[in-house]
């Protein structure tokens, strides 16, 4: 039985994602496939594709979303990125989820296998995290270390040669404990007399313990104190919020401060507190801290959920040391005396021989030519060697007066040739024996001979000198002239010859001397000095002088000066001179001279002094006319708001032209006292707005109209308003300001003050009527000035508000004062830090602090004099001024 395949569609949608399956599709499939497929199909048709279409279309329909699904997987973990991308998209909420113990213990050994790696690869990493956290406590511990060991030592030293040291270090022999112990026992006593608890963020009293006997003022007043001082010293340097002030100090009382994360323990001790204290006190400010640290960062001022800290802080009270008072060593003491005062007479004697040993070698060693290379005192004798020069003083002969025993002093010296000038000197003498018109001396360190000597002598000195030791001083023989006939006979030649090169108009060319005879060439002008006769008073034989000079004419301005004179012949109205090298000439003259003088100006050689005309004047009537019009014209250029732009003269007539301001000053006005005619001038003036700070104030005057309280005035170009005014004339000024720095011009309107409403008058008055008063040498105001400070806030505040509203902005100046009691600086200081402290107040009341301003006026501002009966008291105080912007 053959059966027929007969073709099957397939259906038209394809397999969905979704869960059900197209059973109408799958139920027609199965229905068809049973009636068409022959169990012997596969058998009898050899060559038939052994995968029926219809198959593969019921495995779509049956299993095609897990075929789809599993070839996404698939391919998802063949791709390593597309796989670590969906497992970090899902590892946070399943980290979430997971149980913590289990999480924890799946995590730990990767986590720190990695930390491991990291910290092997790169340490500095995990040194860079914790530096910030590790560093101030290491710090703090180490200073506190370094206090610890300074205190213990400064203690030891201090004791170390007294009779409680003694007795102390007897004591410490017979207890076996160390020498400092017993000294930091003893020494530092002490007794914790106040512990406060302090809200670190609102400065309120939590808890405050005081020991027996102990006085004290109240103790939330105290508390705010403190907190004004933290707050004041952290302003006032611009310190870290973090950072607090550790140590204060006030005689025999001390105040440490321990901060914690929520409240400071500040305790007043009174003696010497050993610096251990430091940690009992940060133990039990951190054990506070672990047992009520909810209540104390939630803390408002109720302590009923801190009863137990009261309990705590109350050991900190009971800490104390005590001195214990014992009968004095006697027999230890005469015991110590009598073994010191043999031994201290033994130790006096030797220091004595021995200070009057180093006195004698102290003396040696200052004594020029005398080395001490080695010196020692050993079993009662003295030993000493070195260098000696056979010129210094004998060391024996200077034992006398010096106490000490020669029979006991035992020396050897080698000579040596010390190169001390003196004795160079004095060998010198001796070798060269210098005539008597010779002097040898010492100048700065060297030999110098001076005088007259035969040229014999000066060779046998030139010959000494190259033979001195190097390193000694130089002998220097330069100032000895040599006697000798010729030689004196050139030194006159050369006197000579140098007073003729310093002659103006003569320049010498050549000089020299030949058997006995002189010879001089050069060049002379005919108005320089004869060289014959500067021959006289030289000792210079004219017979012997063989001169030959050529005539020149030199450029030497006084040579010039003189044919100029000559040649010009000058009216007595002109005087030439000598300027600078220039020959300057002045006065007046007909222009037919001038003319000349121009003409020989130009002639001069070139090199030569210049001739300068410029200031003599043409006194012909054109050139008078000329020179009047000229000062008429400087005249207008001078003036503001006159522009001259064309001015020139021609046939008699003067024409001007240019720009004129209506508001400068009239031209024809400023021809009278020129000596110009004004009928010979011809002016053109064309209108024109000046720039002028001058003209341009008259200008806004009349258009803005200031009110009375408005001063309109020039400074430096500038054009300033001063004063007070309404909002609206501000406007009008402020757009005028603009317009005119279009023109390059400023109107200056930063000093003007808008009109204070009354409202603000009245609060403003009443608040410098505010006065905060302090007792005599007190930087911190006493407990009856904090309702004034209160109130003082108050109105601060409501003051600074109500500006706002009003588009204004309140400043308060805060001004120090204080009596005359003490030094200048001190008065200005205290005054300075009284009203530090009340801005620190007033911040602390909730006053913007960026508005409050502070000086110290010292002394000199007084509300009253110094001699009235309530003068000091008024002036002890902090002013307050308000300033509107």
């Known amino acids: 039985m053959t059966s027929t395949v007969d073709p099957i569609s397939l259906p038209q949608r394809a397999a969905s994602n979704d869960t059900e399956i197209d059973r109408e599709a799958l139920a027609n499939l199965l229905v068809e496939i049973a009636r068409n497929v022959d169990p012997d199909y596969r058998a009898r048709l050899d060559g038939v594709p052994t995968a029926d279409p219809r198959m593969e279309t019921l495995r779509q329909l049956l299993v095609g979303r897990e075929i789809s699904e599993l070839s996404r997987v698939t391919h998802l973990l063949d791709e390593p990125e597309q796989l670590a991308s969906a497992v970090g998209g899902v590892l946070p909420s399943a980290a979430a989820r997971a149980p913590h113990a289990q999480l924890g213990e799946a995590l730990a050994p990767a986590v720190e296998r990695a930390v491991q790696r990291s910290i092997q690869k790169s340490p500095r990493t995990l040194t860079d995290i914790l530096y910030p956290v590790f560093l101030p406590a290491i710090r703090k511990s180490i200073g506190e270390k370094i206090d610890q060991t300074f205190q213990s030592l400064n203690e030891t030293l201090r004791h170390i040669f007294t009779w409680h040291g003694l007795k102390w270090r007897l004591e410490a022999w017979r207890t076996g404990a160390s020498f400092s112990e017993v000294v930091l026992k003893h020494s530092l006593v002490y007794r914790v007399e106040h512990v406060f608890l302090i809200n670190r963020n609102s400065g309120l009293l939590i808890a405050h313990v005081t020991a027996d006997n102990a006085t004290s003022e109240d103790p939330q007043l105290i508390s705010s104190m403190l907190s004004a001082i ?311 034989d004219p017979a012997r002088v063989h001169s030959q000079w050529q005539f020149y004419q030199s450029l030497d301005p006084k040579f010039v000066l ?7 012949t000058p009216p007595k109205s002109v005087r030439l001179s000598i300027v600078e090298d220039r020959i300057v000439a002045e006065g007046e003259a007909p222009d037919t001279w001038i003319d000349r003088a121009r003409a020989a100006a130009r002639q001069l050689s070139a090199g030569g002094p210049v001739f300068d005309i410029s200031k003599v004047r043409d006194v012909s009537p054109e050139a008078r006319a000329a020179e009047h019009w000229q000062t008429y014209v400087s005249r207008l250029e001078a003036q503001p708001g006159i522009i001259v732009a064309q001015q020139r003269a021609r046939g008699g007539h003067f024409y001007i032209s240019g720009l004129r301001d209506p508001q400068a000053a009239d031209p024809q006005a400023l021809l009278s006292g020129t000596g110009v005619d004004p009928a010979r001038v011809h002016s053109q003036w064309q209108f024109y707005q000046s720039l002028d700070p001058k003209f341009v104030l008259k200008r806004l005057v009349a258009s803005l109209a200031p009110p009375k309280s408005v001063r309109l005035m020039t400074i430096q170009d500038r054009i300033v308003a001063v004063g007070e005014a309404p909002a609206a004339w501000i406007n009008r000024a402020r757009v005028a300001s603009q317009q005119l ?110 508005l409050l301003l502070v000086r110290g006026a010292g002394t000199f501002e007084p509300a009253e004099a110094e001699d009235s009966r309530t003068g000091s008291s008024a002036n002890r105080r902090v002013s307050v001024t308000v300033n509107f912007h």
Not at 513 to 523: E, K, P, T
Not at 802 to 818: C, I, N, P, W, Y
């Open 230 to 540: 933290q707050d004041f010293v952290k302003d006032s340097f611009n310190e870290k919020e973090q950072s607090g002030l550790d140590t204060i100090r006030f005689g025999e009382l001390r105040l440490w401060s321990e901060v914690g994360p929520f409240a400071t323990l500040v305790a007043v001790i009174r003696g010497n507190p050993p610096e251990e204290l430091h940690e009992i006190f940060r133990d039990l400010l951190l054990r506070i801290h672990d047992e009520c640290s909810q209540a104390l960062e939630q803390f408002d001022g109720d302590s009923s959920q801190l009863v137990g800290v009261e309990t705590l802080l109350q050991t900190c009270v009971e800490l104390k040391q005590e001195d214990s008072n014992q009968g004095f060593p006697w027999l230890v003491v005469a015991a110590v005396l009598l073994v010191l005062i043999p031994a201290g007479g033994w130790f006096l004697l030797s220091w004595q021989s021995g200070q009057r040993w180093q006195a004698y070698v102290s003396r040696l060693s200052t004594q020029p030519g005398i080395i001490v290379a080695e010196q020692k005192v050993r079993d009662g004798q003295f030993y000493i060697a070195g260098l000696r020069d056979p010129l210094a003083a004998d060391p024996q002969a200077l034992l006398s007066g010096t106490q000490v025993d020669p029979a006991r002093v035992h020396s050897q010296w080698q000579f040596y040739q010390s190169l001390e000038p003196e004795f160079v000197l004095k060998r010198l003498t001796a070798s060269l024996a210098p005539p008597d018109s010779v002097r040898l001396s010492i100048v700065n360190d060297r030999i110098v001979a001076e005088g007259e000597a035969p040229d014999t002598w000066i060779d046998r000195a030139r010959a000494a000198a190259r033979q001195l030791s190097a390193g000694g001083p130089v002998f220097d023989i330069s100032k000895v002239r040599d006697v000798s006939p010729e030689a004196r006979a050139a030194e006159h030649w050369q006197a000579y010859v140098s007073r003729l090169e310093v002659q103006p108009g003569i320049i010498v060319a050549e000089q020299k001397v030949h058997d006995g005879q002189f010879y001089i060439a050069g060049l002379r002008d005919p108005l320089a000095a004869d060289p014959q006769s500067l021959l006289s008073g030289t000792k210079v």
């Open 562 to 568: 003189k044919r100029l004179t000559a040649s010009l």
């Open 741 to 850: 720095s279009a023109d390059g011009l400023s109107l200056d309107i930063s000093e003007l003050r808008e009109s204070t409403p009354q409202e603000l008058t009245h609060l403003r008055d009443a608040i410098q009527a505010v006065d905060i008063f302090f007792d005599s040498g007190k930087a911190v105001p006493g407990p009856e000035q904090l309702p004034v400070l209160d109130k003082l806030a108050n109105q601060l505040k409501e003051l600074a508000k109500d500006a706002r509203e009003a588009g204004v902005t309140a400043q308060f100046m805060l001004t120090g004062h204080s009596d005359a009691t003490g030094r200048e600086t001190a008065k200005v200081s205290i005054s300075a830090a009284r009203a530090e402290t009340v801005r620190a107040l007033l911040k602390k009341r909730g006053v913007d602090p960026e």
